[in-house]
Structure formats: C-alpha cells, structure tokens
C-alpha cells in the first residue's frame, strides 16, 4: 500500500494512523460510558413521563383504537431500546466514541491481483498480445471522452425521411436512402447514376504506411493498394484495377458492425468486413500476377509509364502480394458527417471517419521466382483508420483531403481528418475534426490546400482560414492514376508521405513532427 506521498507502507502491520486511532478509542471508552450511562438515565425518566401522557390521552379518547400489550422483553432488547433512546437524545448531549482504522490485510489474505489485457491464446500468438498493449494505452490522459457532438442515430434519415445534418458524434448503424423525402429524393435513374459508395483504409507502423479502397460507383467500380517504406521512400506496392462491375464489386450499407466490402476480378480479390458481433475489421487483399510481369508484355516500350496498363489483372494464378490487416476501434469514437450537396439539383451524402484504430497484420510478397521465398512484412503494433462514404455525389466532383493518425510524442493517440473544397459544400464541411485520445472535436471547416498541381512530389500545405492549424506535408511516394475515356475522366493523386506543424485543440497547443500520412486532390467526372 501506498500512502499519500506514495511511500510504500508495509502491508503485514498496522501504519502509524491505525495505531493512534487505537489508543485515543482505549483512553476514551470509560468516560465515554459513564457519561452515557447518566444520559440514559435521564431520559428513561423523561420517556416515562412522556408515555404515561400519550396512555393517559389515548384513553380519554374515544376514537383512539386500543393498542395492542407489549410483550415481554427478552434479554438481548434492553440493549436495543438503550439504543433506541440514546439516539433520540438531544445532540448537545450526543458523544461519538473514537473508531479504531482497521488494520492492514496481511498479504496472505489479500485477493489476487485482477489481470487486464487480452486473453493469451496458442492460436491468436503476436496478434493477440499486441492488441492488448494497444489496449493498455489507449485511454484519455488530458481531455475527456465528453462528447462535443450529438450522438449519432440509428440511420440517416429522421422519422420524416429528412436527413440528419451536422456532424455527429459516433457511427450510424445503417446508411439507407430508400425513405428519403420527396425534396431530396431524384428520379430513379439519375440516383442510380449518382449513387456513390467506398470504404478507404490506412494502417501505419514505424516502417510501413499501407492505403487501400473498394470504390463502388454505381455502373463500375475501382480498387488500390499502395504500401510505402517510411524509411526509404520507396514505393513497395503501387496496384490499381479499375474496371469491376456488379456484382463482382459491392459496398454494403452499415459502416460499422456489418460492414461488408468486396471486389473480384481476374486475379484480384479485395475483401473488407466485420462481422455483426465483432469489433474488428478484417481485410484480405490476394493480388496476381500482373500484364506487366507477363512475358512478351514487360519489354513493351512505355508499358511502366501507364499505371492501369501496366496493373491489368490476368487469370494467371501465380501470387504477387497477399495483404492481411485487422482494425480495432479503441477509445476514439466514429465521426458521423450528413451533408446537402448543392449540385446536380441537390444531393445528400453522408460519410464516417474513424482514427486512431489499433492494427495488426502482414504484407507477404511473392517473386516472379516460383522457387524464390515469399518476403513478409509486419504490420504488428500500428495504427490505422477508415472512411466509409455512402450518398448521391454530382457528376463532376472534386476535393482535397488530408488524414493522418498515429501517436503523439507523449503517447496520446491522435488523429486527423480535413476535407476541402468538396463540390457542392464548399466551406460548410463538418466532418473536419481531431481525434485526442477519447476526444472528438470540430474544427475550422475553412480549409486550404495548398500544392504544385504539375508536380505532386513537392511540399504541400494544409492550413485553416482562423489560423488554428497550420501544417506541411513531405511526400515520400506518389499513387497517381489519370483516364480520359470522354464520358469518363478522372485525375486522382494521392501522396503518402509526413506532416509536421501544430494544431490548437481547445487551447492545447498541439505539435506533429514528421508523423505519417496521406493528402488528396481528387477531380472525377463520372
């Protein structure tokens, strides 16, 4: 035991204060008695007098019911009504005798200490002690889980099919436009073409930064993967297969338990779930051989200098990189964001972000060498995060986005996610917001980003129009994809790279030194 100081006090004896109360209550004990001994004389007199009052009374009164006789007293009774008495007696005359503290429980006696963390398992190995050093540190040590926003409903829509607009604090169990009222409810055709659903992940460990997505965009879909050496810059896996449609590619509707994400092609399947009971997010990527591994097709001139080209999947069954990551929610709550669109007539969407997820898993990479040994990659003790986006989007859209999560240099779990410029919302963004810790809070909509469109390498800025955050991205790897197909064009850029800068949370000047991250400008008709 620990005392106020924290000076460990033997536990086998009894400290300095249990001995002083024990003495003061020995000294104490006989005046004590003999005081109240005259007290209860006293008022045994006073309640005599009294009782004979009421009977008197009692009988003088003809609707008094009679009372019933008073059986005899036993012998343990006369203590309880000295009791009885002493209590009712004036406060004046009322003596507390001392108590004695307790002694101390010898330490035979003593319960065992309750164990915390994950269960150990055999099967569960790395992975299961990870998760629970993960665990361990992942509580509150300056602001309070106090939510700053209202909690997040069930859905989407309120009882009237309105959206729920704002900002909210949590997830939605389900994202379902079916009962959306008429004011923002589209013919069937342009919602079928407007609709739009994905769910981007990111995990990061001290080597490695990983990103993916399964995009589902209505009449065809895309997914990516790139994971980047932090250490060297250099860009490990870079894939990008556009291309799928239903229902080789899927997005389903729940953003949290239940979420459910799939896209198949030849030589390609990313899977992304949780299950109904199940806090963590699973996600299997099998990736194969590639047209640009393919002989007769590598030593074409220029192949490498196009991304889609180079990446077509083919049926070859030969394995190229095996991804498997698992996310776990831990203090940091969902961010929840429903937003009207002021394009295209008028669209609602909605998205839901999460920080600060703890992530464990592997990157295996094959050789073009059946007989050369896979080379595995850990992503043990990282952290990660999600973006599930589900709504009705213009046919042109555009945006600027900047995520990045880890630690802080005092341990605090950290998280941000900025949106800017987003066709249609403009400055009335709400899901800009930090995660510290437990705490979830809004911050400026009013983003800027700041780049060199012609060369996405350089340095980019990211600052907000109150001042409150100002920060530098570094980018160490570029994933870049460009198609033009008329009808269909995209310009997607998203560099991997470190943010420094500082950010005030609620007063609390915040400082990021080079922690990882990813920045997105992103121009799509479609």
């Given at each position: 035991?620990?005392?106020?100081?924290g000076?460990t006090q033997?536990?086998?004896?009894p400290?300095p204060s249990?001995?002083t109360?024990?003495?003061a209550?020995?000294?104490?004990?006989?005046a004590?008695?003999a005081?109240?001994?005259?007290e209860?004389?006293?008022?045994e007199?006073r309640?005599?007098q009294?009782?004979?009052?009421?009977?008197?009374?009692?009988s003088s009164?003809?609707s008094?019911?009679p009372?019933a006789?008073r059986?005899?007293?036993?012998a343990?009774?006369?203590?309880k009504?000295?009791a009885r008495?002493r209590?009712s007696?004036p406060?004046a005359?009322s003596?507390?005798?001392?108590?004695?503290?307790?002694a101390?429980?010898?330490?035979s006696?003593?319960?065992?200490?309750?164990r915390?963390g994950a269960?150990?398992?055999s099967r569960s190995?790395?992975a299961t002690?990870t998760r629970?050093l993960a665990?361990g540190t992942?509580?509150?040590?300056v602001?309070?889980?106090?939510p700053?926003?209202?909690?997040?409903?069930k859905?989407v829509?309120?009882g009237?099919g309105?959206p729920?607009?704002?900002?909210r604090?949590g997830?939605?169990?389900?994202?379902?436009?079916?009962?959306l009222?008429?004011d923002?409810?589209?013919?069937p055709?342009?919602?079928?073409l407007?609709?739009r659903?994905w769910?981007?992940a990111?995990?990061?460990?001290d080597?490695?930064?990983?990103?993916?997505?399964v995009v589902?965009g209505g009449?065809?879909?895309?997914?990516?993967c790139?994971?980047?050496?932090l250490?060297t810059?250099?860009?490990?896996?870079?894939?990008?297969?556009?291309?799928g449609?239903?229902p080789l590619?899927?997005v389903?509707?729940?953003?949290?338990?239940?979420?459910n994400?799939?896209?198949?092609?030849?030589g390609?399947e990313?899977r992304i779930?949780r299950e109904?009971?199940?806090?963590?997010?699973?996600i299997?990527?099998?990736l194969r051989?590639?047209?640009?591994?393919?002989?007769g097709?590598?030593?074409?001139?220029?192949?490498r200098?196009?991304?889609?080209a180079r990446d077509l999947?083919?049926a070859?069954?030969?394995p190229?990189v095996?991804?498997d990551l698992?996310?776990?929610p831990t203090?940091a709550?969902?961010l929840?964001?429903?937003s009207?669109?002021?394009a295209?007539?008028?669209?609602?969407?909605s998205?839901?972000?999460t920080?600060?997820?703890?992530a464990?898993?592997?990157v295996?990479i094959?050789g073009?060498?059946?007989?050369?040994?896979?080379?595995t990659?850990?992503?043990?003790?990282g952290?990660g995060?999600?973006d599930?986006?589900?709504?009705?989007?213009p046919?042109r859209?555009?945006w600027?986005w900047?995520?990045?999560?880890?630690?802080?240099?005092d341990?605090?779990?950290?998280?941000?996610?900025?949106v800017s410029?987003f066709?249609?919302?403009?400055?009335?963004?709400?899901?800009?917001?930090v995660?510290l810790?437990?705490a979830l809070v809004p911050i400026d909509?009013?983003?800027r980003?700041?780049f060199?469109?012609?060369?996405p390498h350089?340095p980019w800025?990211v600052r907000t129009v109150?001042?409150?955050l100002h920060l530098?991205?570094?980018?160490l790897?570029v994933?870049?994809?460009?198609?033009?197909l008329?009808?269909?064009r995209?310009?997607?850029v998203?560099?991997?790279?470190l943010?420094s800068?500082?950010?005030?949370?609620?007063?609390?000047?915040i400082v990021l030194?080079?922690?990882?991250?990813?920045?997105e400008?992103?121009?799509?008709?479609?």
């Amino acid at each position: 035991m620990a005392d106020a100081s924290g000076t460990t006090q033997p536990t086998d004896a009894p400290g300095p204060s249990a001995a002083t109360a024990t003495t003061a209550a020995t000294t104490e004990a006989p005046a004590t008695a003999a005081t109240t001994d005259g007290e209860v004389s006293a008022t045994e007199g006073r309640a005599s007098q009294a009782k004979s009052a009421v009977a008197d009374q009692e009988s003088s009164t003809p609707s008094a019911k009679p009372r019933a006789k008073r059986t005899t007293r036993t012998a343990a009774q006369p203590g309880k009504q000295r009791a009885r008495k002493r209590a009712s007696a004036p406060k004046a005359a009322s003596v507390e005798p001392a108590v004695a503290a307790p002694a101390a429980v010898p330490a035979s006696r003593r319960a065992p200490a309750r164990r915390t963390g994950a269960k150990t398992s055999s099967r569960s190995g790395t992975a299961t002690k990870t998760r629970a050093l993960a665990r361990g540190t992942a509580r509150p040590q300056v602001l309070p889980a106090k939510p700053r926003l209202p909690r997040a409903g069930k859905t989407v829509l309120n009882g009237l099919g309105v959206p729920v607009f704002g900002a909210r604090h949590g997830s939605v169990e389900r994202v379902d436009w079916s009962s959306l009222a008429a004011d923002y409810r589209r013919h069937p055709v342009l919602s079928y073409l407007r609709r739009r659903r994905w769910v981007y992940a990111t995990a990061t460990t001290d080597r490695l930064l990983i990103a993916l997505a399964v995009v589902d965009g209505g009449v065809t879909g895309t997914a990516f993967c790139m994971i980047t050496d932090l250490r060297t810059g250099q860009t490990i896996i870079d894939s990008s297969r556009p291309g799928g449609v239903k229902p080789l590619v899927h997005v389903g509707d729940q953003p949290a338990q239940g979420l459910n994400a799939n896209y198949r092609l030849p030589g390609t399947e990313y899977r992304i779930a949780r299950e109904p009971d199940s806090n963590e997010v699973r996600i299997a990527i099998r990736l194969r051989s590639t047209a640009e591994s393919l002989p007769g097709l590598r030593w074409i001139p220029g192949i490498r200098r196009i991304p889609v080209a180079r990446d077509l999947p083919t049926a070859s069954t030969a394995p190229w990189v095996d991804v498997d990551l698992t996310l776990e929610p831990t203090v940091a709550p969902p961010l929840t964001a429903i937003s009207k669109v002021d394009a295209d007539g008028g669209l609602v969407t909605s998205t839901v972000k999460t920080a600060a997820m703890n992530a464990w898993g592997t990157v295996t990479i094959h050789g073009q060498d059946p007989e050369e040994a896979p080379h595995t990659l850990s992503l043990d003790a990282g952290t990660g995060g999600m973006d599930y986006t589900n709504g009705f989007l213009p046919r042109r859209t555009s945006w600027r986005w900047a995520y990045t999560t880890g630690r802080l240099g005092d341990g605090r779990l950290f998280g941000l996610n900025l949106v800017s410029e987003f066709s249609g919302i403009g400055d009335a963004a709400t899901e800009n917001a930090v995660w510290l810790d437990g705490a979830l809070v809004p911050i400026d909509p009013r983003v800027r980003v700041i780049f060199d469109r012609r060369d996405p390498h350089r340095p980019w800025t990211v600052r907000t129009v109150d001042g409150s955050l100002h920060l530098h991205f570094a980018p160490l790897a570029v994933h870049d994809e460009a198609l033009n197909l008329g009808v269909l064009r995209s310009r997607f850029v998203q560099p991997t790279g470190l943010y420094s800068g500082h950010i005030m949370v609620e007063g609390e000047r915040i400082v990021l030194d080079r922690m990882p991250g990813v920045i997105e400008d992103q121009d799509i008709l479609w």
